[in-house]
C-alpha cells in the first residue's frame, strides 16, 4: 500500500489518507506475528492455523474448497488436516453427497482455547468500541469491510499470474 492512490484534497486529506495506508500495513503485520505467536501456543504451523481460521469463517468445508480459498495444494492441505486433526483442531466425515469426497469440520472445543489466546486482544477491542459512538463504530466497520473486500481480488490477481 503505497500513497499513491491517496485521495486528492486538502493536506489533512492526504496526511490522514497516508497514515491510514501505514496504519493498515502495520495491523497486518502485526496479526500475522502474533497468529504465528499463537500457532506456537497451540503447537500448530501458521499454515494449519490460517486453514483453521478459515474453517471456522466458512464453515465445514472439503478439501477441495480449503485448497482454493488458501490456495494450497490439494496435498498440502491433506497435510494440515491430519495436523489439525492430530492436535483435535478439525475431523474429517464423508460428504453424504458424495462418498468421494471428505469435509473438514473445525471443533468447537478447540475453538475456545484458540479464542482465549486472542482474548486480550479482544478485550481491548471490546474497550475501545465502549468509548465510540455507533456513527464512530459504523464508520470503522465500513473501512474493515471494503478493505477486507479488495483483498480476495487482488489474491486471485496474483495467483492468476504464475
Known sequence: MGNTHAHSGGPRRQELTRAIYQEARTVATRQALADQAVAARLGIGSTDLLCLGVLDHAGPLTAGRLAELTGLTTGAVTGVVDRLEQA??????????????????????????????YSPVLDALDAWCRTHSEDELATVLDYLRSFSEALPELTERLRAQK
Do not use: N, Y
Open 88 to 117: 483435535g483442531f478439525a475431523r474429517r466425515s464423508k460428504d453424504p453427497a458424495d462418498r468421494r469426497k471428505v469435509i473438514i469440520h473445525p471443533e468447537s472445543a478447540q475453538r475456545e482455547r484458540t479464542g482465549a489466546l
